[in-house]
């Protein structure tokens, strides 16, 4: 059983930037892939970035390319999310989740383990 507990998030102007954090306890975060997500209000769940258990390969999706990057720490159990650029429709719940594989996926059921979330703002 994997705990994620995420940090980092909050308000900023359009533009700015944020680094959200995940810290993993229990379970085998370092073989397993993380991923991090965001939920808009009435809008599905969506994948942002994810990283494989070594951290050599990332997927992000396109809207993110070129200003989000996710990287993680095997040492410390956590994966960041550093976030630039920031537009107003980045403007989510973000959470952290943790595979039951070691490569990462875009298919939400591959992750079992889920944060609460950590909120984003960015105002125009």
């Known amino acids: 059983q994997v705990q994620l507990v995420e940090s980092g998030g909050g308000l900023v102007q359009a533009g700015g930037s944020l680094r959200l954090s995940c810290a993993a306890s229990g379970g085998t975060f370092s073989t397993s892939a993380m991923g991090w997500f965001r939920q808009a209000p009435e809008k599905e769940r969506e994948i942002v970035a994810a990283i494989s258990w070594t951290g050599n390969s990332a997927y992000y999706i396109d809207s993110v390319k070129g200003r989000f990057t996710i990287s993680r720490d095997n040492v410390k159990n956590t994966v960041y999310l550093q976030m630039n650029s920031l537009k107003p429709e980045d403007t989510a719940v973000y959470y952290c989740?943790?595979?039951?594989?070691?490569?990462?996926?875009?298919?939400?059921?591959?992750?079992?383990?889920w944060g609460r979330g950590t909120q984003v703002t960015a105002s125009s």
């Open positions: 989740a943790c595979s039951k594989y070691t490569s990462w996926s875009t298919d939400l059921d591959d992750y079992p383990y």
